[in-house]
């Protein structure tokens, strides 16, 4: 199957062919595409449509003149091992299948390449193997399509209206983030006050020690994602059997090599996250932001952990105003790490669930757990450890006590609220001498860019109906959209 998502595409802008493409091209030149080599946003848009969509190849690339040239590729590798693609980051304008979308500005689905003698005498598909595609395009603020970002298969394949809305998502994602960020440093430079050179001391700052070895400690971990990301294109070349056909027991622990070389890369993306914030970070940076794609972005980051404790994550969102005026980030961050501990927490066969909600003029991101017989809820263990931030190591007895005392505090109350403290003072009395407390980073985290953010978490919930986090955050500013 061939199509694109809209027959109807005439353009109706009054410009000529040559007009397009000299707009085009000053828009590139414009924002700096020609001389940028690694774009963050754009890796993170190429890494974060592989996964969701479980595809092995995503390129995120800008059309020149005469090619494509790649801004960011995931999975190049399993088309050969140092192919020309991969080592080039680019390709020939009339030999790139992104040239359709470009000039129709449209989305363009190819479920099988062979099917086509318009695309299956293209290098792509008798030199690389491509036998599907589906591109969408890169539109500007300025209603100015510069690229696309699109996803193959070496295999044909049929994609659902979930697959587009999803990539199509990614890309008016992308492209606002880069905008955004490319404006920011303009603007900051141009309200900077003029220095004063007698004012000036004449000495190096320099940065702190554990700053440093945080900085380097990023630096490492980005230089490990290319080993990294080889073994598994490897391990995926493999797989599909290419060389020869594989016993079921090779495949089987080549899917653990892959499976295990996907949970090693998201969590070093969330090193790499960290080593980001700053010591000296002391405020917001606050944009208008689609809370349900922000919550859809740290669950991608979550899943293979999820799978390999054999849990699942449900995503709900209520009916209504779904861009939020909040530090993207922070926020991410904080739903990242609580869910992440719920994880490691809970049972095989659980369901992890997200819920998105407002209350008046708040934002509540509710975090907890059901279980086909253990019901719903957090965990015993999380809410005994992880609420109250200093969890400790007890008696089967002392943890009896505990449970009790924490059950009778809330017998009759409906939706009754346990602070952190409040729980942290059960947990105390609970410990064992001489034993060390263990902490939950990840929660100590979250509470903290929580309250940076002016809001809190909470453990609420009853006996019956069970407990859960509650992450809760205050509207400070009315959002620029409404959906």
Not at 123 to 139: D, E, F, M, S, T
Request: glycine fraction near 4%; proline fraction near 5%; charged fraction near 20%.
């Amino acid at each position: 199957m061939i199509s694109y998502e809209n027959r109807l595409f005439c353009r109706l802008d009054g410009l000529t062919a040559a007009a397009r493409e000299e707009q085009r091209m000053s828009t590139i030149t414009d924002l700096g595409l020609l001389q940028m080599e690694s774009i963050p946003v754009f890796e993170e848009a190429t890494q974060t449509a592989t996964q969701a969509l479980e595809i092995p190849i995503c390129i995120l690339g800008v059309m020149e003149s005469d090619r494509q040239r790649f801004k960011s590729a995931v999975g190049l590798s399993t088309l050969g091992l140092m192919n020309a693609l991969a080592t080039s980051r680019q390709l020939p304008r009339l030999d790139s299948f992104c040239t359709h979308v470009v000039d129709s500005q449209q989305t363009l689905i190819i479920e099988d390449t062979l099917a086509h003698p318009a695309f299956a005498s293209s290098p792509l598909v008798y030199q690389y193997g491509i036998r599907a595609y589906l591109g969408v395009p890169l539109i500007t603020s300025t209603d100015v399509c510069i690229g696309t970002l699109a996803i193959l298969d070496v295999t044909p394949r049929k994609f659902g209206t979930r697959d587009i809305a999803f990539l199509q998502l990614m890309a008016r994602w992308c492209m606002s983030e880069f905008e955004q960020q490319r404006s920011q440093p303009a603007e900051s430079i141009a309200s900077r006050p003029e220095p004063n050179p007698a004012a000036v001391p004449n000495v190096i700052c320099l940065p702190s020690i554990d700053q440093t070895r945080v900085d380097l400690l990023g630096h490492l971990t980005q230089e490990l994602r290319t080993p990294l990301t080889s073994v598994m294109g490897m391990a995926s070349v493999l797989l599909r059997e290419i060389y020869g056909p594989l016993t079921s027991k090779q495949k089987e622990y080549l899917n653990i090599i892959h499976n295990s070389g996907q949970y090693l890369l998201s969590l070093m993306n969330e090193i790499v996250h960290l080593s980001e914030v700053k010591n000296d970070q002391q405020s917001l940076n606050l944009n208008s932001v689609d809370i349900e794609m922000l919550c859809q972005q740290a669950i991608v980051s979550l899943e293979q952990a999820a799978q390999r404790r054999e849990q699942q994550i449900r995503l709900t969102v209520e009916p209504g105003r779904r861009i939020w005026l909040i530090d993207k980030d922070k926020v991410r961050q904080m739903v990242y790490y609580l869910m992440f501990s719920v994880i490691q927490t809970s049972t095989a066969g659980s369901i992890v669930r997200l819920h998105v909600s407002r209350r008046e003029n708040s934002l509540n991101l509710s975090i907890w757990v059901s279980h086909p017989w253990l019901g719903e809820g957090l965990p015993y263990s999380e809410i005994y450890n992880s609420a109250a931030l200093v969890g400790t190591a007890a008696t089967v007895m002392k943890q009896e006590e505990l449970a009790n005392q924490y059950l009778q505090a809330s017998v009759g109350l409906v939706d009754e609220t346990y602070s952190a403290t409040k729980l942290s003072t059960f947990a105390t009395e609970a410990a064992i001498p001489n034993e060390p407390l263990r902490k939950n980073l990840g929660l100590l985290l979250s509470q903290q860019l929580a309250e940076f953010h002016g809001g809190k978490i909470t453990v609420q919930g009853t006996p019956e109906s069970g407990y859960r986090y509650v992450i809760n955050l205050p509207r400070l500013a009315e959002p620029t959209e409404e959906q």
